[in-house]
C-alpha cells in the first residue's frame, strides 16, 4: 500500500509510482486461523533468567471475543484500550498502591491489541516482585469488575483518549501511517473520533465485566541472572 498525506496531486503521486514502483507477481498468502482457540492462557507463568539490572514483567491477559467484522472490532479495540487505560493509568487507585508499596518503577506501559484471529491487553514494566505484583492486579481487577467504573473516570478517560487521536492529526506523517494500519484492519479512519465519542459507560462496564476472566491472566517475567 501506498498513501501519501499533504499537499500534493493524486494523478501526478499516481505518476511518479508507475515510474519508480517496479510491477510484482501476485503473491498468494496462505493464512492459517486457529480453530476453538480455549478462552485461558497457554500457561499461567512463564519465569525466566537473563542479563539485567532488575526484574521485568509482562502481565497478558487473553481476549477471546474477537468480532469477526471490522466495524465491531475497531469499536471494542477503543472499549478495550479506553478498559487499560482506566485500569492501568497513572493517575489510577492500582499504580498509584503499586508506587507507594515500591513494587513497580516508574512509567510502565500498558496497551490493547487486537487483530483478526486473537487480542490481549497488557501490563508491563520493572518490578523487584513480578509475582506479587500479577496478584494484586488480579485482585484488583476482580473487585473492580464487581464495583464497575464510576461516570468521573470514564468521562476523564475518554476525553484523554479523544483528545490523543485529535492531537495525531497534526502530524502528516503520523496520519499516513495510521490510513495505512486502518486500511489493512478494516477500519474507518475518518469515523474514529465519532466512535469514541458515542462510546458509553454502560458499553464499557458490560464488556469489562464478561472480559477479563481469572484463567485468562499469564505473567512473564524476567529475572536477573
Given at each position: ?133 500479577y496478584n494484586i492486579v488480579k485482585e484488583f481487577i476482580a473487585k473492580k469488575q464487581t464495583e464497575g467504573f464510576c461516570e468521573t473516570e470514564f468521562i476523564r478517560c475518554r476525553k484523554v483518549f479523544y483528545s490523543s487521536f485529535v ?52 505473567l512473564s517475567a524476567v529475572y536477573p541472572l
Amino acid at each position: 500500500a501506498l498513501v501519501v498525506c499533504g499537499n500534493v496531486e493524486a494523478e501526478e503521486v499516481i505518476e511518479i509510482a508507475d515510474k519508480c514502483l517496479k510491477e510484482q507477481k501476485s503473491v498468494n498468502i496462505i493464512r492459517q486461523k486457529s480453530k476453538n482457540e480455549p478462552p485461558h492462557a497457554a500457561k499461567e507463568k512463564v519465569i525466566s533468567r537473563m542479563l539485567l539490572a532488575k526484574p521485568i514483567f509482562d502481565i497478558g491477559i487473553k481476549d477471546i471475543d474477537v468480532p469477526k467484522a471490522p466495524q465491531e472490532r475497531e469499536r471494542r479495540d477503543i472499549v478495550m484500550s479506553i478498559i487499560a487505560d482506566l485500569l492501568f493509568s497513572s493517575t489510577g487507585a492500582l499504580y498509584s498502591r503499586l508506587y507507594e508499596e515500591r513494587l513497580i518503577s516508574p512509567n510502565p506501559s500498558s496497551s490493547y491489541t487486537i487483530s483478526e484471529d486473537f487480542a490481549y491487553t497488557s501490563f508491563s514494566g520493572e518490578s523487584d516482585d513480578p509475582e506479587k505484583v500479577y496478584n494484586i492486579v488480579k485482585e484488583f481487577i476482580a473487585k473492580k469488575q464487581t464495583e464497575g467504573f464510576c461516570e468521573t473516570e470514564f468521562i476523564r478517560c475518554r476525553k484523554v483518549f479523544y483528545s490523543s487521536f485529535v492531537r495525531g492529526l497534526d502530524s502528516a506523517d503520523d496520519i499516513a501511517n495510521e490510513l495505512v494500519a486502518y486500511i489493512f484492519d478494516g477500519y474507518n479512519f475518518f469515523g474514529y473520533a465519532d466512535i469514541i465519542s458515542k462510546i458509553t459507560l454502560e458499553e464499557v462496564n458490560a464488556i469489562f465485566r464478561s472480559a477479563f476472566a481469572p484463567e485468562s491472566f499469564t505473567l512473564s517475567a524476567v529475572y536477573p541472572l
